[in-house]
């Protein structure tokens, strides 16, 4: 899998662990509506902790792996915040009282921490031992950013996803939430509160973007290290960075369509070799084999060159969304605590509320029955 000492895989594990619990048993033991402030410090916190692991791989890996980290760790970050915009639509969707949010992402982090690590090793075995399946990664990334040029909203149908269609056969779940429980007992049975199912939502929409963002980083680096690390840090800012960036997340508006460029240019990199190979054989089939060293050349692009493509087209999306800005028409009305001193609240206010919300009320699910889609709410959609 990778060339580096057990003991770093076993450190840097440690490591993580350790940042995890002192965040879940001592910032966050209780559960508690989250402030901007407390968002802002432990975005920087997780961002500094990342940029300062970059430096120790470039000290002590050197600097291929420094550029492949770093890179690797931008692709991600960037393709978590538009993540973000689907949690923010999951959120307003099942009304989830903002003192639960944190909870459930706290939880639903774990969960993709998991699945991707299980990812990333399976990916690189496949690689391992059938080294053409990164050109079925490209076209697959290629495939990806097309569409995501071609899209022009996300909707949101939790009650049509098979998987959630799946869980609910088997556990049943309740109309509202009972605080933070994901577990409650009716009539001496065990359910499942809603919360519970907010959260199954959530891993289930984080595991369809993992499909795009593990292949795209495969074209970086095939460092399984390079690769896990890079996920990690990218993946447990992102709690913080959600509240951090719930008033604003939606006002990217051009991010998607960066986000497509950086996706088509990274399958176009991994099929690249496929490309300038048939190239070369036709040139020696017609008779023109002294052009084949010039046309070799360009077989691979060299990290360096990807790391500069990516920032400029991400830093580019998010300049021009702030020139030439677009007043969204999907309103998400995402309930925020009281105080939470956003500096993008709007007028209409729409980000928090300044009264408390009864969660037996204004917490119950949007639809009568999670199993029952015979009065499905109105689509909540992004343009």
Not at 204 to 232: C, E, G, M, Q, R
């Amino acid at each position: 899998m990778s060339d580096h000492s057990i003991w770093l895989w076993v450190g840097f594990n440690t490591f993580i662990l350790l940042m995890l619990l002192v965040d879940l048993g001592l910032f966050n033991r209780k559960t508690h509506s989250i402030t901007y402030k407390e968002a802002t410090i432990w975005s920087a916190v997780w961002i500094t902790l990342a940029l300062i692991f970059g430096g120790g791989v470039f000290y002590y890996l050197g600097n291929k792996a420094g550029v492949e980290y770093i890179t690797g760790y931008l692709i991600e970050k960037s393709l978590s915040v538009d993540n973000l915009f689907v949690f923010l639509l999951l959120f307003s969707y099942f009304k989830v009282p903002s003192k639960y949010q944190h909870r459930v992402l706290f939880w639903g982090v774990l969960g993709a921490l998991v699945m991707r690590a299980a990812m990333i090793f399976l990916g690189a075995a496949l690689i391992q031992r059938f080294e053409w399946i990164i050109f079925v990664f490209g076209a697959f990334l290629v495939y990806t950013g097309l569409q995501m040029f071609k899209e022009q909203e996300t909707e949101i149908h939790p009650e049509e996803n098979p998987v959630v269609k799946l869980i609910l056969r088997w556990i049943p779940i309740t109309r509202h939430y009972e605080g933070q429980k994901f577990f409650t007992h009716i009539n001496g049975r065990r359910h499942g509160t809603l919360l519970l199912l907010v959260l199954i939502v959530v891993e289930v929409t984080d595991l369809i973007f993992a499909v795009d963002s593990i292949p795209a980083i495969f074209a970086i680096t095939k460092d399984t290290f390079i690769i896990y690390t890079s996920n990690v840090f990218a993946i447990l800012g992102l709690r913080s960075l959600y509240f951090l960036l719930a008033g604003v997340v939606e006002k990217f508006h051009y991010l998607r369509i960066g986000l497509a460029i950086v996706l088509t240019f990274i399958g176009v990199k991994m099929l690249l070799p496929l490309v300038v190979k048939g190239i070369e054989l036709a040139l020696e089939a017609g008779g023109a084999a002294s052009l084949v060293p010039v046309v070799a050349r360009f077989e691979h692009i060299p990290i360096g060159v990807s790391l500069g493509v990516v920032a400029f087209v991400l830093v580019a999306s998010v300049v021009a969304s702030m020139i030439w800005p677009k007043r969204a028409t999907t309103q998400i009305e995402v309930q925020l605590p009281p105080g939470f001193d956003s500096p993008f609240d709007d007028d209409e206010g729409r980000l928090g509320a300044d009264e408390p919300v009864d969660e037996t009320t204004a917490a119950t699910a949007p639809t009568a029955d999670p199993a029952d889609t015979s009065e499905t709410p109105e689509t909540v959609k992004r343009s």
